[in-house]
């Protein structure tokens, strides 16, 4: 089970990026249901990191405009396991989408400390 909290009506999980030859660091990460990747991160927070490049890709937004960004692979711990996982470098803040979620439950108390849990569903 992975926990986090809502802080200003926004449901945030800590990801553990996995760095070859550094400590693992935790970045706070806002759940966005309505992008459809893994991971954004903003591209300085990449840069910092060194990710992996892999591509660049049009991205669709909401207001169904799109922009060209670059994808970076990353390593993550998920609910305990190592995973590798596409990040696109935009944005400002650090979001998780659902490709992350997928096949697990989202359970989120929004008031301000609230409790968010993701927990994998048993497919069996």
Avoid at 23 to 28: A, D, F, L, V
Avoid at 92 to 120: C, M, N, W
């Amino acid at each position: 089970m992975i926990n986090g909290t809502v802080a200003g009506l926004q449901a945030q999980i800590g990801i553990i990026l996995c760095l070859p030859g550094n400590p693992n660091i935790e970045i706070k990460c806002i759940v966005d249901t309505g992008f459809e990747g893994f991971l954004t991160l903003p591209p300085a927070a990449i840069a910092k990191l060194g990710l992996t490049y892999v591509t660049r890709i049009n991205a669709n937004l909401a207001d169904n405009s799109n922009i060209a960004t670059d994808v970076y692979l990353a390593t993550i711990l998920w609910n305990g396991i190592e995973r590798d996982v596409a990040v696109l470098a935009m944005g400002r803040r650090p979001l998780i989408g659902t490709a992350l979620l997928q096949d697990y439950h989202l359970s989120i108390d929004f008031h301000e400390g609230g409790k968010v849990l993701v927990d994998a569903i048993s497919l069996s």
